[in-house]
């Protein structure tokens, strides 16, 4: 169904003043480095990444938030918020979670914004799934997921109401993105990498959506889940950062002339990216325990299953709401991974918030409002720490200072009761590689 069309839609002004002077989330604050690496680390090939739980409709009801205005509630001026956050922040790629109404309305946003858009419903009755978008001009998809949790049942040990607590028809999004050919600094108009070629004249054109048959003898293969693709971008490509031939319209010299620019220039490595949201009810640790390692030990198998030269630079960003603090076995489990029987073959993650001594992590992602007034930290972005750099990452400003300038979450200006986490990423040396010439 459309969204509600006799919904009042959003104020023109839409707080935009407030927006460009006072919003609390603008600033990308540079994470501390050498001067002697600043200039080098400035050089290097980059992407953003964003991830944000926004709140599932079937959730912004008036019984679950008392103090927050009905208006505020309204799915089309949640949506619209969001919106302004995403195009504030441009972020390459984007991971949300509990998102519905995805073919009505976020996935022509996401289009006519330039992003390819993959997505998968949860299991059961619920209506929201998670989501993965990325800019088509820079990456191109190889590989796609969908992780169901609700294997768990068949899996965990116990009698049918022990295991029964594990249906909690949550699901995971996962996706291999390999970066487009770029560009080198001498060869852009601006100073800085462009995308020369356009991924979809350049590349195979991939169905309108692309489903994920269940294997039964595979346990972390999907059992009644597909992915929903957009077509604006191919879904396979060749092994080489620069394009075998040029596209077919193009002509001799003009293909001449991007093999030239596909000289030995740094590209990112392909990014296993995953949209994550574990089960939300705090009694149940063991439950979002189980589907981290579950998350884990597919994503590894997912990273094994690429070709070699994939494998060999892959990076990994694994982002969303696990439900769980920063001191949490789940979130324990996540640094830990490289330290398990076999590792993670991705190498050690952790997050793009964490100290350097990885004891503080961000200091919240979501609010509860009113009577219980608190702060809770439930969303991370993990990354492979081996494989890639933070530079940048948004700015969390202080509970204090949130609490005063708003009297509820969601509000004017946000649309959903979390928060966005963004980090802008460069390959770390040792993963950097070359197009082949």
């Not at 190498?347 to 992602?365: E, I, M, Q, T």
Request: hydrophobic share 35%; proline share 7%.
């Amino acid at each position: 169904t459309k969204p509600e069309e006799q919904e009042q839609t959003v104020p023109s002004l839409f707080l935009w003043n407030f927006r460009s002077s006072e919003f609390l989330f603008t600033a990308m604050t540079p994470v501390s480095a050498s001067p002697s690496s600043a200039s080098f680390v400035s050089s290097l090939p980059s992407f953003s990444l964003l991830t944000y739980n926004v709140l599932a409709s079937y959730s912004a009801k008036p019984q679950y938030f008392t103090n927050v205005k009905a208006e505020h509630l309204k799915h089309l001026h949640r949506w619209q918020a969001i919106l302004a956050e995403i195009d504030l922040h441009g972020a390459d790629v984007l991971c949300l979670q509990e998102v519905d109404q995805y073919r009505e309305f976020w996935k022509p946003e996401l289009e006519e914004r330039g992003y390819q858009v993959l997505y998968t419903k949860r299991t059961g009755l619920k209506t929201d799934g998670e989501l993965i978008a990325f800019r088509h001009s820079r990456f191109y998809l190889t590989d796609q997921r969908v992780i169901t949790y609700n294997d768990l049942v068949a899996l965990a040990p116990g009698d049918e109401a022990s295991r029964a607590q594990f249906a909690t028809d949550n699901t995971s999004l996962a996706a291999v993105l390999t970066p487009l050919p770029q560009l080198d600094k001498d060869h852009s108009p601006h100073g800085s990498a462009e995308v020369f070629i356009d991924a979809a004249s350049s590349l195979p054109a991939t169905s309108s959506s692309a489903s994920i048959s269940s294997s039964p003898s595979s346990p972390s293969s999907p059992s009644s889940a597909s992915i929903s693709s957009s077509p604006s971008s191919a879904s396979s490509a060749s092994s080489s950062s620069c394009p075998s031939s040029a596209p077919s319209s193009s002509s001799s010299s003009s293909a001449a002339s991007s093999s030239s620019l596909c000289r030995s220039t740094p590209t990112l490595p392909s990014i296993l990216v995953a949209s994550v949201h574990l089960f939300w009810n705090p009694e149940y640790t063991h439950v979002r325990l189980a589907q981290t390692r579950y998350l884990l030990r597919t994503l590894s198998e997912m990273a094994e299953a690429q070709p070699e030269h994939v494998r060999e630079h892959l990076a990994a960003v694994v982002a969303g709401d696990f439900n769980a603090n920063f001191d949490s076995p789940p979130y324990r489990t996540v640094l830990n991974a490289h330290h398990r029987a076999g590792g993670f073959s991705l190498g050690r993650l952790r997050s793009a918030y964490a100290s350097d001594d990885g004891r503080v992590d961000a200091p919240y992602s979501s609010f509860t409002h009113g009577k219980h007034a608190r702060d809770r930290l439930v969303d991370y972005l993990f990354f492979s720490s081996e494989r890639l750099h933070v530079t940048s990452r948004l700015g969390l400003p202080s509970f204090e200072r949130v609490s005063a300038a708003y009297q509820s979450f969601p509000n004017e200006s946000y649309g959903s009761d979390h928060l966005c986490l963004a980090a802008k990423f460069t390959p770390r040396w040792s993963s950097i590689h070359h197009p082949p010439m």
